[in-house]
């Protein structure tokens, strides 16, 4: 039987809810595996040698990155778990706001408190350590989070390549174009794609997986919580910025640099989920002050 361990750095703990979520399947999948560290089922100091060790979470400070270096010694795999540990998570948009210290470390030193000082910037997990295996997700989704589990437990390992949700989206075009607009300025067609309708979606460069949950069961637009699609990492001209731009400047009839105009916080528009991933910001001259600055609103 495996040895299990789940560990939370700086999270909401969204991702180890999803695993609650599954209730029996739970139940069952822990069957297969011992249970070492759980932050909301059982917790210790130290960690333990385990087989599979799930890091949910951002570094945000010293004492993160002391608990990451320890359990990466300690585990035979380290998963990514959720989109914060795999692309920074929301957590990156503190980049945007000149890093990571600002306001918490002015007030740590202000009252004098033993307070962990706040990382300058926030990264992914495998800025720090080496990461066996990702799991994004804003929370991951529990099917998929059941199914590694189970895959591992039998000594698989996920290989499938990502789609987007796009791929996995019921909506379809047709419906009236026009935009850029904003999801609460008018009704969405229903059954009709958010993009061909003129508003911002991000199903085009997100990662499938999800079953295309917002926009294709719940009435929302993606907002990207997946993370960016393999297509986007790997090909500069799918930046997710530009070319969202470049489908609602299609959709709208108007020039890119007007629909550029429309979003006055891009980092929130089209970064909100990726805006710590060092792929996007190595692609521009200056690295990661560029992008930083540029998503700032220069």
């Known amino acids: 039987m495996d040895r299990l361990a789940i560990i939370q750095l700086g999270s909401c703990g969204g991702c180890q809810l999803s695993l609650l979520d599954l209730g029996k399947d739970f139940l069952d999948i822990m ?4 249970i070492e560290h759980f932050p909301m089922i059982r917790e210790g100091e130290e960690f333990p040698e385990s087989d599979l060790v799930l890091v949910e979470g951002t570094v945000r400070h010293a004492r ?20 914060c540990a795999v692309f920074g998570g929301v957590q990156g948009l503190a980049n945007v706001s000149g890093g990571g210290r600002w306001e918490e470390s002015i007030s740590r030193a202000r009252a004098g408190e033993s307070v962990p000082l706040f990382t300058r910037r926030v ?6 350590v080496p990461v066996d295996v990702r799991l994004p997700g804003c929370p991951v989704p529990a099917g998929l989070l059941a199914s590694f589990l189970k895959g591992s437990a039998e000594g698989a390992r996920p290989t499938r390549e990502s789609a987007t949700v796009c791929a996995e989206c019921p909506l379809r075009g047709g419906g009236e174009k026009g935009g850029p607009f904003r999801f609460t300025e008018r009704k969405a067609e229903s059954g009709i794609c958010f993009l061909e309708q003129g508003f911002l979606c991000m199903g ?7 079953g295309a949950l917002c926009p294709g069961s719940s009435g929302y637009p993606c907002r990207g919580c997946r993370g960016p699609s393999d297509g986007a990492l790997i090909f500069q001209e799918l930046d997710p910025m530009v070319e969202s731009i470049r489908r609602l400047s299609r959709t709208a009839s108007n ?8 979003f006055m916080d891009r980092a929130h528009a089209f970064f909100m989920f990726c805006a710590a991933e060092p792929t996007f ?14 998503l700032g609103g220069e």
């Open 64 to 83: 993160h990155l002391e608990s990451l270096r320890k359990v990466r010694g300690r585990a035979r795999t380290l998963v990514a778990l959720g989109t």
């Open 281 to 294: 910001r190595d692609r521009r001259v200056g690295g990661t002050s560029g992008i930083v600055y540029r």
């Open 204 to 210: 085009p460069l997100t990662r499938d997986g999800c």
């Open 123 to 128: 990264l992914p997990l495998d800025a720090y």
């Open 255 to 262: 020039k890119d640099e007007q629909v550029a105009g429309y």
């Open 31 to 34: 069957e297969m595996y011992s």
